[in-house]
């Protein structure tokens, strides 16, 4: 089994900036993938990015250049979600995702909301 905790979220005004973090204990695998998807009231939830053990991240277009994944491969392993610019459509409950070797499962932390709001 796989723990993912989440911290982070929080109200914060448009054009501002949030970090989320999530860390990751059980059964860590060497080789993943780790992500984050958010879910806004009424809407499926959709990727917003993911990055790959060796560093190679993925984006939804809707924050590409405003939005930045990072993660550290320590022996718990920490996932970050640095959000710039933030937007009212960027509100929404962010989860953190864990899927290991070989990609045949998915865990899921409980969820941070993040709201954007004047």
């Not at 993925?58 to 590409?64: G, Q, T």
């Not at 392993?77 to 710039?84: D, I, R, S």
Request: hydrophobic letters at 30%; one cysteine or more; a positive charge.
């Amino acid at each position: 089994q796989v723990q993912l905790v989440e911290s982070g979220g929080g109200l914060v005004q448009p054009g501002g900036s949030l970090r989320l973090s999530c860390a990751a204990s059980g059964s860590i695998f060497s080789i993943d993938a780790m992500g984050w998807y958010r879910q806004a009231p009424g809407k499926q939830r959709e990727l917003v990015a993911t990055i790959a053990t060796g560093g190679t991240a993925n984006y939804a277009d809707s924050v590409k250049g405003r939005f930045t994944i990072s993660r550290d491969n320590a022996e718990k392993k920490t996932l970050h979600l640095q959000m710039n610019k933030l937007k009212p459509e960027d509100t929404a409950v962010y989860y953190c995702n864990y899927r290991p070797y070989p990609y045949t499962r998915d865990y899921w932390g409980q969820g941070t909301q993040v709201t954007v709001s004047s």
